[in-house]
């Protein structure tokens, strides 16, 4: 039974040899990555290849996520697929210990480690779907009040994590049942940034295809949840967030009858983007390069 891993890359090179080096000892099984890349212009993808269970395919361009890592996943026919970012470490052991969960979740369709931060911390990586009362809540009181019962309820980090399904997973470190995955049509591709775990792991769930937590199971993400100073990438990495966000609810919401909702919530994302912009310019700090992850989309269980 081989696994095969789908990293992709953009400009993050330097975090690639880390990541490598972790794979073989994450598992006894035989194991190929693919490193599917959005057109990098830093760093050199050539002494990767030297690497006889790496292959990089080069997209020439910057497809977005959920559309390199369709493209990675249709390199191979292995019946596990793995899709990481590439400043994850997996830890020794890891991959066969989510294979041995997903024996005790036959039916599962994607599964989560367990993912710590770069301080040890368990981050809440595994979360319900969002409703617009949950939405609403978590939107405009988590910058104010992070513990609101409703950023808790969303964040589902009340009480120890245990093993079993979630709503969704996060999308840095996924274990995929590849034909559950070819099942749904892979990621949609139309989400090019955010969004695109949320909108996996409901369609499988609506598919039959639960997602399923196994905490005890754990990576590092070394560089996840990080900041950049630069101002204009904040701005399009928020605006990424929220119009991802939109059409997570849109679609979930079609028809005349919901145009009203859409349209409430449309001119929320957008007041709330626009504030967003006017932090960041008035505190001239760094801006959470992920600060905007925990926006819930809408009503509709994301």
């Keep these: 039974m081989s696994i095969q891993v789908v990293v992709v890359t953009h400009n993050s090179t330097g975090h690639l ?20 890349d959005n057109a990098s212009t830093e760093g050199d993808l050539r002494p990767f290849e030297e690497r006889p269970e790496v292959h990089v395919l080069r997209n020439g361009a910057n497809l977005g996520y ?4 369709n493209r990675g996943a249709a390199q191979g026919t292995s019946e596990w ?14 991959l066969d210990e989510l294979v041995e969960a997903a024996a005790r979740w036959p039916e599962a369709g994607a ?9 040890g911390l368990l ?28 950023s808790r309820a969303y964040r589902n980090d009340r009480g120890a994590p245990v093993e ?20 749904v049509g892979g990621f949609d ?23 399923v937590y196994v905490p005890s199971a754990k990576v590092l993400h070394v560089g996840g949840h990080s900041t950049t100073k630069d101002p204009a990438a904040a701005a399009r990495m928020a605006k990424a967030h929220h119009r991802s966000a939109y059409r997570y609810l849109a679609d979930r919401h079609r028809g005349p009858a919901w145009a009203p909702v859409r349209g409430a919530v449309g001119a929320g994302l957008t007041g709330r983007y626009l504030a967003s912009r006017v932090i960041a310019r008035v505190s001239h700090t760094e801006v959470p390069a992920r600060a905007l992850d925990d926006l819930p989309p809408g009503d509709a269980h994301e």
């Design 123 to 150: 981050y809440p990586s595994a979360r319900l779907l969002p409703s617009l009362r949950r939405g609403i809540g978590h939107a405009t009181l988590g910058w104010v009040w992070p513990g609101n019962p409703w």
């Design 111 to 119: 599964l989560g480690p367990g993912i710590l931060t770069p301080e």
């Design 17 to 36: 040899q880390t990541f490598l080096d972790s794979v073989p000892l994450a598992t006894d099984r035989p194991v190929t990555v693919t490193i599917s």
């Design 164 to 183: 079993g399904p979630v709503g969704w997973l996060s999308g840095s470190f996924l274990l995929l049942r590849r034909s559950a995955f070819d099942a």
């Design 66 to 69: 959920g559309a390199a890592a």
């Design 189 to 211: 591709e139309r989400y090019f940034m955010y969004f695109e775990d949320v909108d996996l792991c409901d369609r499988l769930g609506r598919a039959g295809y639960p997602s």
């Design 81 to 94: 697929l793995v899709v990481a970012n590439p400043d994850v470490r997996l830890t020794p052991g890891v």
